[in-house]
């Protein structure tokens, strides 16, 4: 049997690109692990959780083990519902879909806006899942830089207007991490963000604002794109993934009403009540604001020393970005490809992501790699810091 | 602005279906069920789903919080290959996929392998959401009849036969539910097994075979097809979805790994590692087998109780098919249309689900529904179809 022929010619196109995280999920128990976008593991409420889904179950029985028997899902997208207003998005029942994650998020956004003759527009570099996802459904994307105050807006107002000027066809949407971004931890400031929304307006296009590390601010959570939109132009896209635990899956969209019901059509039973209704049970019972403060001076503090760890170990000529929140450190290593430097800093025990993988087009990543100071604690930090420090000045 | 023009045309096509079963989610609590195709409260375990999830965090603390963290992750695979073999299909590790039950699995099948360019045939009736995923895809749908010993083989060789002279496209893949199927109730005889097999050979098509009610047998359990199928042409759609809980969503697909991989390309992170562990913690520690013991004579006991309330309550000319496992029994009305008497059935405080949407083309089904003897209890199964009774002899 010829397996091949049974796949149309786009999805032969996407299978045959390997996915770049694939050695991530094999590293070794001993690696400290920089490359990790995942909270520390004493930050993750397991306890708590557990002590939700007991209740859940002591007071409901079957009913969370229903399709849709839990009372508590509704509960669910009324609680989320309160902390979007806390960031200052007044939202309704309707324009919120609970989703598994922010990737199911972005992918239902994609596959509900995306086909092959649309234009996607993304920062560069950006989160690698969503470039991924993205050319799933399309290989026309458009790459904006980045510089530490986030996207450079001019650049892509240019790209526009060239764009326009020569008829090609303008983004459907740009995806962009306005706030604490992933991969370089820069945050968009204020006038870019006004001027974004009008470039929205004044090209047509919407905007996926993803702002799964929005709450981790090490000082002030700047407003949200979508406190800003007054057009209905942002996709709000939010998840627990970074506040309370990845493995329960729990993320959702806001935005205008005729989107979100869009994409609920094609989430279709792609649920998972249990999840969601335990995730319920422990955000009625948890100060989620004093969770959240503690959350907030944890990884500040591990920020902090591996920011200071960077100054002490790493050679002169390389640069980084200092966060003001979120969980990554972005840093260039000047004439190295860190790619080839990777299988080295394994075998020293000591993990992270090469910059390749954030860029559409890889080339320009060569020089760049992702820390993570989420994940490993402070030991761990200064030691994994101190090992690449070693293997950097050997070779620059 | 001008939300439409953001949709690709055939998102625009999809979106203006209007799902089925939207009335079904909002059934007043008093409404005797015989709608709802999930199992009866009292046959969900969620004391010992309670234990599995208090036993998991208490072993492995945060780990099944992580997106990959929990060792039981591996194992709950192995259990379903366990269970696999036990129904004559030996699959290694790489020739499955856990799926957030089995409308995830269908989904990610159709998604890999159809376009709009692409045909899919279907079992006529069939389960209403594979109908609704499918044509997010396509609307080259074939149709094949179904009598009491389920998929006509003949009359879709036939077809195929035609379609091939007339150089029409050939299906890329039947979807079919050969044991107990969803919504008739009948159980594809070995024969057109066989036949089915020979023919996917024939005319170079795959076979998605969906088994969500196949150990849920009253006497013996047919061998599926997948257990028969020696070039690889079928996937296997299993889920605990029926005989553990629905609402923990698990399924899988088991196919050849060269398949197994493409599904699993598309389905990236949409995984749900806590209720995955709290499942595998779950299966480790039951006696499977006597539970399913336990079920199917449950239901097997429902089932007749159904059956014999419709030949006690309902007139002459209706009849129905009697099935030997599974969830539901398929009514025929005749000259009725019953989708016109479902309102007045919901008044009187009883749900069925009208035939026509289990039919691409609805107008076949009008004279037909399907009751579900699974979650109602016996009490109410008699009770509801007194009422059903009542109300279809008045207008006979």
Redesign the interface.
């Known amino acids: 049997?010829n397996?091949e022929h049974?796949?149309?010619?786009?999805?032969k196109v996407?299978?045959q690109k390997t996915?770049p995280g694939a050695w991530m999920?094999k590293l070794p128990e001993e690696c400290i692990r920089l490359s990790s976008g995942?909270?520390e593991?004493?930050l993750?409420p397991?306890?708590e959780?557990?002590k939700a889904?007991?209740l859940l179950?002591?007071e409901e029985?079957?009913?969370?083990?229903?399709?849709?028997?839990?009372p508590r899902l509704a509960g669910l997208k009324k609680l989320i519902q309160a902390r979007l207003e806390k960031r200052g998005m007044k939202v309704q029942e309707d324009e919120v879909l609970i989703t598994?994650?922010a990737?199911?998020a972005i992918?239902l956004i994609a596959r509900?806006?995306?086909?092959e003759?649309?234009v996607v527009a993304v920062e560069s570099p950006t989160y690698m899942?969503a470039l991924?996802?993205f050319q799933?459904y399309t290989n026309q994307i458009i790459t904006i830089p980045i510089d530490e105050h986030g996207l450079q807006t001019d650049v892509f107002a240019a790209q526009l207007a060239e764009r326009k000027q020569s008829g090609l066809t303008l983004p459907?949407?740009l995806y962009t991490i306005p706030t604490f971004q992933n991969p370089t931890g820069t945050t968009l400031v204020p006038a870019r963000r006004k001027h974004l929304l009008e470039l929205a307006d004044e090209f047509?296009f919407?905007i996926l604002e993803d702002d799964a590390y929005g709450e981790l601010s090490f000082n002030e959570s700047p407003q949200p794109l979508k406190a800003m939109d007054t057009?209905?132009?942002v996709f709000y896209v939010g998840s627990l993934s970074k506040v309370v635990?990845?493995?329960?899956?729990i993320g959702w969209i806001a935005g205008?009403a005729?989107?979100i019901s869009?994409f609920e059509?094609?989430k279709?039973?792609?649920?998972?009540?249990?999840?969601q209704?335990?995730m319920a049970a422990y955000l009625e019972n948890v100060d989620f604001e004093k969770r959240l403060a503690s959350l907030q001076k944890a990884y500040r503090k591990k920020c902090y020393t591996l920011i200071h760890s960077l100054e002490q170990y790493f050679p002169e000529p390389i640069t980084w970005y200092v966060p003001e929140g979120g969980y990554f450190v972005w840093v260039k290593i000047p004439g190295v490809d860190t790619s080839h430097m990777l299988e080295q800093a394994l075998s020293m025990g000591v993990s992270y992501v090469p910059g390749k993988y954030f860029f559409f087009n890889q080339q320009e990543g060569t020089e760049f790699l992702r820390l993570s100071f989420s994940y490993a604690d402070e030991e761990e930090i200064v030691k994994g810091i101190q090992k690449l420090g070693q293997l950097f000045s050997s070779i620059m």
């Open positions: 049997m397996v049974f796949f149309p010619d786009n999805i996407a299978l996915p999920a995942y909270p593991p004493a993750v397991a306890e959780i557990k889904a007991d179950i002591e029985q079957d009913l969370p083990l229903h399709y849709l028997g839990s598994a994650g990737c199911q992918d509900t806006l995306l086909d003759k649309a899942e991924e996802i799933n459907n949407f047509d919407l057009n209905g132009r635990a990845p493995g329960m899956r205008i005729q989107f869009a059509w094609f279709k039973d792609l649920d998972h009540p249990f999840a209704s335990t």
